[in-house]
Nanobody, 124 residues
Framework: QVQLVESGGGSVQAGGSLRLSCAAT????????MGWFRQAPGKEREFVATISWSGGSVKYADSVKGRCTISRDNVKNMVFLQMNSLNSEDTAVYYC?????????????????WGQGTQVTVSS
């Protein structure tokens, strides 16, 4: 079973940037898409960004489009989420997940392995 560990979260002021990382304790198959989701206090988990197996196709939630960049390094078994121009609405626990298929997806049910999450707090 793949285990995913997120890092890079923390507290930042509005307008700041963070780079989240997701490392696999075991091999992440380059055959599968990867994604980032987030859950804010009192809200359901929501899609943030996804990247296909090759990295050639990406998709973002409208709320982060233009401010976030997802990338992956299949050699190092890592996935990244660069977040810029952060605001208070970005405050959430961010989760990394491995998809069931090579194509990217914004649907939670199309992801089979999940990390424990990393907290991002943006203060205004």
């Amino acid at each position: 079973q793949v285990q995913l560990v997120e890092s890079g979260g923390g507290s930042v002021q509005a307008g700041g940037s963070l780079r989240l990382s997701c490392a696999a304790t075991r091999y992440i198959s380059s055959d599968y898409a990867m994604g980032w989701f987030r859950q804010a206090p009192g809200k359901e988990r929501e899609f943030v960004a996804t990247i296909s197996w090759s990295g050639g196709s990406v998709k973002y939630a409208d709320s982060v489009k233009g401010r976030c960049t997802i990338s992956r390094d299949n050699v190092k078994n890592m996935v990244f989420l660069q977040m810029n121009s952060l605001n208070s609405e970005d405050t959430a626990v961010y989760y990394c997940a491995q998809g069931r298929w090579p194509r990217n997806s914004d649907k939670e049910y199309e992801y089979r392995y999940w990390g424990q999450g990393t907290q991002v707090t943006v203060s205004s």
